[in-house]
């Protein structure tokens, strides 16, 4: 953790979204994240198929080596409108098979506000009241350079190995 893996850039071309495998070691426990797109800006015909195959990928996790966290990733300073159509579609994929805690990593807070945490304060209401609700969550920077890279790593680390605390 803490390297350049899945590629963020937001300008990047967009085709039939594809889930990807990254692998990581914590200490001695070995995960493994796949990565999902969001689906909210698509057309209605690519959003079905993308559906289709969220719960494909999703039912042969399950049988697999289960799933253990969900992350939702999402990109700081205000909520954009197309989080909730997509926590809803990814919720209701995963509370179809049994309960998996759902955590909110929110990143790009960088110098926005007195801490990241700060984010989470001013914005956990808003969330709930679309119907958004989380098991635990974490505000953190990526940036190579910042002086809270440190703290940001650490605070995503516990969060996905004290997953029994969500």
Same mark, same amino acid.
Request: aromatic share 8%; hydrophobic share 35%; charged share 15%.
């Given at each position: 953790m803490g390297g350049n893996v899945a590629d963020t850039l937001p300008d990047a071309p967009w085709s039939m979204p594809k889930h990807n495998p990254y692998e990581l070691n914590l200490g001695d426990r070995h995960f493994r994240f796949w990565e999902v797109p969001s689906i909210a800006s698509m057309g209605f *015909? /690519? /959003?079905i198929r993308a559906k289709w195959q969220l719960k494909k990928l999703y039912k042969n996790l399950h049988k697999g080596d289960g799933v253990y966290l969900l992350l939702y990733c999402m990109r &700081?300073? #205000?909520p954009p409108s197309a989080l909730p159509k997509d926590y809803k %579609? +990814?919720?209701s994929i995963v509370s179809s098979t049994n309960h998996v805690p759902i955590? *909110? !990593? !929110?990143? &790009?807070?960088? @110098? #926005? *506000?007195n801490t990241m945490d700060d984010w989470w304060t001013k914005n956990k209401r808003g969330l709930e009241r679309v119907g958004m609700h +989380? #098991? @635990? %969550?974490v505000c953190i920077t990526s940036l190579p350079n910042n002086p809270s890279t440190? /703290?940001?790593r650490q605070a995503i680390r516990s969060l996905i190995c004290d997953r029994q605390n969500l």
């Open positions: *015909l /690519r /959003r &700081g300073l #205000s %579609h +990814f919720t955590a *909110l !990593v !929110v990143n &790009g807070l960088e @110098g #926005s *506000l +989380f #098991s @635990g %969550h440190s /703290r940001s």
